[in-house]
């Protein structure tokens, strides 16, 4: 009987060091190129990341998750029509469809401490998972400090800087923006919380802070909870938000919004 | 202000103001020309513009500047150093007529090398527009620069690859097992090169010893840097922390370097800073620049060019300092500058013949974001295309995937699928080495025996 052909696949002597970093290393070969399993787990990895960025916001999930608490909702849209029209114009993005701007204008709404306003951004996912939740907490917490709350926003094809239109319109003296960010190979439904005081169209990145990787593997949304209503009380206090407002509890960091914080904004 | 150029196309006559305008309209389609409202209306139109262009002559570039010669250093820069006497043999030509002369089997490997200096970045963006892949492709092959610190990259039948060994807090023992996957995949001849999670001096110091002990230690043939900002690393040169490379991140307009923190002369500082290590062995080409398309838009620094004759400027501020390597990042800066698959390759291909033609030791970050609507397939396409351009390095990171910047490049495996698929192989210096560590055979094949146990020993033993 003939002995069953060997593999031609080589594992790498050094897999034990694997254990020091979460990069891609002592992945093996066959003849010079990655072998199947790794190429394939690649893949995957990737995507999970493009199915995120192409998911939508789960509209039943969201208006259930959101109704105990007993405030209106509305739905916007960005000028942003699709999401390759979103993926080329991240201007349209920043800005609400002039029907949306409309409809909150028509609102007329009474001067607010807080809008808690929720977008899509690159990661429905994210929001789909998390959004509800952090939501609750939000809400629950501004109740409880006795601060009073804008109307619930939802947008699609939304960028950052939509929260800040949004808050102005709503009358509110700060915004809260939760938004789906950029997905990495490692992570697919990461949520980024965005505060910007005194909201109003044309604020850039130096004018909010951001909390970032919000997700049961990174800051749980219990801790992000907390860490947000830190920043909104601190924020009312300097009257500000922006590189002047530093966390100074515990880690993970509190970094100002910038190119760097996963977000394109 | 400048000329009117036109193009009538079955009795509709198309006007392109000035030649900015004329460039902008003729450049292949990319999201980022459309997002600052400057790509052709239509696809006639994007050819009416290549037809002018193609009937511009070269020397119209020296006299209409496309971004002003007063409030531009990179424009004076380009101007103040033109060489005529190595303009001389295209002088008389058009832009349509230099595509010609450039794929003629006359304009050889040093025809073309002599004709560098007479190039302005516009010349060469210019003329790039008019050609298809597969003439950047063949133009470029014929191009060869070579540079040298402790190694020669750049030679013909040569790929180098920068061993990127990234990690999200900058972990010493995290980057020291992905150097050592790298360095046992036969990567790092072009630099091992780390992008810091923070631009502390004191944490760049570290990771420079770390890389400097190793490469004593072993008697590695090569260069490290840490692509901090150059301010950090010019403080760290006056503090005696041994540096080899001098790293920046630079643009084609004076308000995009402003934007980075930079400008002529704080280059200059940090060149001269770099050379007065001496700490080059075979030369003295110190200098590592980062470019990419859409980073003058990003920076609202753009003058209503288009992002690939902006991209091209910024290679005549890197020839300016003798760089030893010069690449791309094509596909980093996302779907809303170059938005797909199709449109990172044409960039790729744009940005390497162009670095060549205008004299410089190009590399390419060939990568992508998982927001473009591309993947790991168009990677391969591009990365072969270069091979076949003669691109002078590419990126090694492990398995192609940055933990640290969160976007997908090219691989330890894919360097050595690149080598093997067209007989190339690396450094010569860094190829003796991996001989002699028993880390490849010959053939380029790699071999699972020899020092490597010592490697690892001598990485995690501090």
Sequence with gaps: MNEPQKLPVETDEWTALKAFTEARIALGKTGVSVPVRASLAFRLAHAHAKDAVYSA??????????????????????????????????????????????????????PADVAIVVADGLSATAVNLYAGTVVQGLVQASRDQGFTLAPLTLVEQGRVAIGDEIGHLLNARMVVMLIGERPGLSSADSLGAYLTFAPAPGLTDERRNCISNIRQQGLPPAMAVEKIMYLVSEAFRLKLTGVALKDTTDTPPILPAGPDAGQLS | MGMNYACTIRGFTYRFQDLKTLLAKASPARSGDGLAGVAADSYEERVAAQLALADVPLRTFLNEAVVPYESDEVTRLILDTHDPVAFAPVSHLTVGDFRDWLLADAADTETLRQLAPGLTPEMVAAVSKLMRNQDLIRVAQKIEVVTRFRNTIGKKGQLSARLQPNHPVDDPRGI?????DGLLYGSGDAVIGINPATDSPAATAKLLYLLDGLRERFSIPTQSCVLSHITTTIQL????????????????????????????????????????LGRGTLGQNLMYFETGQGSALSANAHHGLDQQTCETRAYAVARRYNPLLVNSVVGFIGPEYLFDGKQIIRAGLED????????LPMGMDICYTNHANADQDDMDTLLTLLGVAGVNFIMGVPGADDIMLNYQSTSFHDALYVRKALGLRPAPEFEAWLHRQGIMDTDGNRLFTGSQPQLYAGLFSE
């Excluded at chain 1, 739905?75 to 609400?96: I, N, T, V």
Aim: hydrophobic share 45%; with cysteine.
């Design chain 1, 57 to 110: 916001l789960d509209t039943d999930a969201l208006m259930q998750a959101l109704a105990p608490l007993e405030l209106p909702v509305y739905w916007l849209q960005s000028r942003a029509e699709h999401r390759d029209m979103y993926l080329q114009r991240p201007d349209y993005g920043r800005q609400l469809a002039p029907q949306s701007a409309e409809a909150l204008r028509e609102i007329a709404a009474q």
């Design chain 2, 352 to 359: 390497h013949f162009c670095g060549k033609l205008l004299g």
């Design chain 2, 237 to 276: 040169v006056e503090q005696g922390v041994p540096v080899d490379l001098v790293f920046q991140s630079i643009a084609g307009t004076e308000g995009a370097n402003a934007s980075f923190g930079i400008n002529l002369a704080l280059l200059q500082e940090g060149y001269e800073a770099g050379l007065s």
């Design chain 2, 176 to 180: 020291a097992a992905s150097v050592l």
